[in-house]
């Protein structure tokens, strides 16, 4: 599976959108990009998924670019229960692997 | 619909000593997955299992570690014996059916594994 780059940590302000990017320049066709979230002292909890095409649900929209080689998870309305660690991560193949990075330490602040 | 159980939530324990995990899939869940998990980094693989067969255990370090899957649905993780590092969170994860392309994992908790 590619591997992704994420920033260490960041800051949002409560209302505001979060906009997170992952770096994944060596994606191959076939790799779908997963973002999961870990709160504090819970396991990891699934966000969204997308290979192409933009996608939305309810707590997040998933912007990946024509090549493939980045994307970015948005959190429109960010609230402080949003504080968490995000992890982009890229999966392909069989056996449903996640490979987790360090992830982005989201800090949403009042 | 229940989540992933896990117990206990805590442990401590001293080194040498050996410990065990348990785990409860959600009900229905194929695959079950243990991964451990230190301070600041994200979760590594352990172990992954289909119904009761173990799929992948390459990063399991099998000289002190060992899981079993018996009849396809609890799970117990033991460590033995323990060394300072392994202390960790050991998360395990459940999900419906690997051959399906797209297959969200649900997590548990976590044990949050102490060694002195």
Not at chain 1, 31 to 45: A, F, M, T
Not at chain 2, 23 to 39: D, M, V
Request: positive net charge; charged residues 20%.
């Amino acid at each position: 599976d590619a591997k992704t780059t994420q920033p260490p940590s960041m800051d949002c302000a409560e209302g505001r959108a979060a906009n997170l990017p992952c770096n994944h320049s060596t994606i191959s066709g076939n790799e779908y990009v997963y973002w999961y979230r870990q709160i504090h002292s819970q396991g990891p909890q699934y966000i969204i998924h997308g290979l192409k095409n933009n996608e939305t649900n309810e707590m997040a929209s998933l912007i990946i670019t024509e090549d493939r080689k980045s994307s970015t998870l948005i959190l429109p309305h960010a609230t402080l229960r949003d504080t968490a660690v995000y992890y982009c991560i890229v999966r392909g193949g069989a056996g449903n692997m996640l490979t987790f990075g360090g992830g982005t330490r989201l800090m949403v602040k009042p | 619909e229940a989540g992933v159980a896990q117990s206990p939530r805590y442990k401590i324990i001293e080194k040498r000593q050996s410990v065990a995990f348990w785990c409860n899939p959600i009900s229905g869940h194929a695959t079950l997955y243990w991964y451990q998990q230190i301070l600041g980094q994200g979760p590594k693989l352990l172990i992954q299992f289909q119904n009761n067969g173990v799929v992948d255990d390459s990063q399991l370090p099998k000289d002190r570690f060992s899981a079993e899957r018996l009849k396809g649905v609890d799970s117990t993780l033991k460590i033995q014996p323990a060394k300072l590092e392994d202390s960790a969170v050991y998360l395990c994860a459940s999900s419906l059916d690997p051959q399906v392309k797209f297959n969200e994992q649900f997590f548990g908790p976590g044990t949050r594994l102490t060694v002195l």
